[in-house]
């Protein structure tokens, strides 16, 4: 093979990479969008609303016994629990420790 | 009995006595070799699951060669002279696996599982079992920096051509840009056999070297001001959604480059069987025992194909710098179109996520979540570079299936 054809293919390979992706991620937006529009549930007055919130019986707090292998309870300030799952996950990674062997007491956002 | 007779025949017949005997040296220096990798993948922990496979194959074939009779002796564990004739047109052993099953040793009749593709294959149905493509849907702009990141391999491809490897070769020298031990042995074996030792070694060497080839381009080609951005929460993706994407894909691509078909097509059954949540079964199957079983065979066959007749040449050097060239010219895209992303979205993206394009996944996201923590502590970049890491999947065997198509 010489070093222009190598060259062209190169380039070819490239550009179908490029274009195999590409029509794969309108792909994906196409049904992303679908979906999204599917999810949109359709806006409850306020009135409706309070009507199915009283309807609901109030939450009783009760204090759950802490599930087997767990290290107990954390206090969250500001943190969504996504964002606090993945800072522990981060955290055991680091230091190499499974998770349910680490205690963390509590997780606040430095602002 | 006559003892001292006895001694000079167990001498005579022992490994030992070819040490210095012919080229015995050479298996000698592989030996050497496969401690360096032992000492990489156990002390360094470099990819230990597949290197000190690798290590131990590369250590019993040359060891195996110190047997009177070297590589042909029926005790060799891994014979390439009956590899040659399989793969040899003219010879009457031309694709007969019957041959290397009556005359072969273990090592050879573990590769046949390399040689078939079939191992490659089992793994990214595994990999596909393991990966969540969450936020790839979630943010489907991803697959680009996955397209991006691939530009190591074309580069690589180029530059080995220039070289004075055959397009065969160069293709399988460029796929180890990828950055997909799976896909680079999967195309290896398929275009140039014969190089399988050293482009698995270097693919994988260099994945796990990727934490420190990163973060040097990753710092000199973005600012302060690129690596701090804090990109917003991607949306919430549905459950159908994770379930039609691997058939989507699956359609997709095999269509798109049907030689990929053994690669996409195990890699997006792995997916279903995760997603599908009937199969939960199949889905811890694949992503444990099956995994494991197949990295055992794996990492020993391709271990086995480092005999050191084949193994100490220049060429081997030339890959192992090509193999450098094309994982940092991968990044150096990644994190290219990152920016041009970066530019395009008003400073939403952060760039760092460019360079998880390269397929090592896990490795590559991590890279860009430490590097833009070191910038910016609340800042968490893991889950937005997962999706161009995933998409980088799909790319490399992209790349690999246009290759393919290009050299078969």
Redesign the interface.
Known sequence: ?S?A???I???F??V???A??????A???G??AY??SK?KVPEKSAKSVQQETNKIPKLVKVNKPVAKGSAGHIKLYDVPD??AA??MA?VA?TMQKPINELHFISIKE?K | MDILETLKTLVADSGFASFFVDEGYKNLIMILISFLLLYLGIVKKFEPLLLVGIAFGCLLVNVSNFFSGGVSSPDALYHPELWDAFLNHDSEFYHSYGNIMANGGLLDILYIGVKSGLYPSLIFLGVGAMTDFGP???N??S??L???A??G???A??GA??LGF??KE?ASIGIIGGADGPTAIFLTTRLAPHLLGPIAIAAYSYMALIPMIQPFFMNLLTTEKERKVVME?S?T??K??KI??PI??AV??IL??PSTAPLIGCLMLGNLWKECGVTERLSDTVQNALMNIVTVFLGISVGATTVASRFLTLETLKIVCLGLIAFCFSTIGGLLVGKIMYKLSGGKINPLIGSAGVSAVPMAA?VS?IEGQKANP?N?L??HAMGPNV?GV??SA??AG??LA?FK
């Open positions: 093979m070093i054809e190598a060259g293919t190169a380039i390979g490239y179908v990479v490029f195999g992706l590409l029509i794969l991620m792909v994906i937006s049904m992303g979906f999204k999810e996504k964002e993945m800072i981060i990674d430095v | 790839l849907l979630s489907p702009k697959l680009l996955g397209a991006a691939q530009m391999v074309f580069l491809f180029f051509v220039c055959t397009g160069a929460q949306r993706v549905s159908t959604e039609i994407f989507l894909v997709f691509v798109l480059l991590r979540q609340k968490f893991l889950m998409a799909i790319g992209i790349a246009f290759l290009v």
